[in-house]
């Protein structure tokens, strides 16, 4: 079984640009998770998705992030404009029920 | 707000010994509790998880739940270097949201 994918790995950027992330979950898990991981910390969730539908974006800074998963599948996150503090590693997972969760391998971002 | 609390160690250990993580949370309505592993640069992975009060057992992995005390633990029999990393203590609630802790760092010593 294929696990869940994350794309891109790593990505520089200087603050004030927007960036994009990609995350295909495993096929069947209706539930889809974006956590932001900063160095010496645990990951903190940002956003839950049911199939297509926002369970939870109660931690989303919503005026600079936003996300969105078209068809109940594949998932993006967007950061328009970056800021310094946004620098981390930014995971998604995906359960197959409200248990297990599975992570991708996460994307490193750097915000210079 | 909502917290799970854990020492960030390093906790040394050596090899063959017992290693000893707890965990405390603040949740009263936390349902369920997970231990996560996180190798340096990787993804956290699933060790196992616990729902109901008392031990459950997986190889060489023990989590104790006593939700009275609000309290978990892992217990890691037999330590190897390869059980050197980060482990990350999590609990959930009915929606399935996960509240981790800051992870206690496990350095296995030969």
């Known amino acids: 079984e294929a696990g869940v994918a994350q794309s891109p790995r790593y990505k520089i950027i200087e603050k004030r640009q927007s960036v994009a992330f990609w995350c295909n979950p495993i096929s069947g898990h209706a539930t889809l998770y974006w956590y932001q991981q900063i160095l010496g910390q645990g990951p903190k969730l940002l956003i839950q998705?049911?199939?297509?539908?926002?369970?939870?974006d109660s931690q989303l800074p919503k005026d600079r992030f936003s996300a969105e998963r078209l068809k109940g599948v594949d998932s993006t996150l967007k950061i328009q404009p970056a800021k310094l503090e946004d620098s981390a590693v930014y995971l998604c997972?995906?359960?197959?029920?409200?248990?297990?969760?599975?992570f991708g391998p996460g994307t490193r971002l750097t915000v210079l | 707000q909502k917290e799970v609390e854990q020492n960030s160690g390093p906790l040394s250990v050596p090899e063959g010994a017992i290693a000893s993580l707890n965990c405390t949370y603040s949740?009263?309505?936390?349902?369920?509790f997970f231990w996560y592993r996180q190798y340096s640069g990787k993804s956290p992975e699933l060790i196992m998880f616990i729902y109901s009060n008392g031990d459950k057992e997986d190889g060489r992995f023990t989590a104790q739940l006593n939700k009275a005390s609000q309290y978990v633990s892992l217990l890691i029999r037999d330590s190897q270097p390869s059980d050197s990393a980060t482990y990350l203590c999590?609990?959930?609630?009915?929606?399935?949201?996960?509240?981790f802790g800051a992870g206690t760092q496990v350095v296995v010593t030969p």
């Open positions: 949740d009263r309505g936390s349902q369920s």
């Open positions: 999590a609990g959930t609630d009915s929606w399935g949201k996960l509240q």
């Open positions: 998705f049911q199939n297509n539908g926002v369970v939870d």
């Open positions: 997972a995906s359960s197959p029920t409200a248990d297990t969760q599975y």
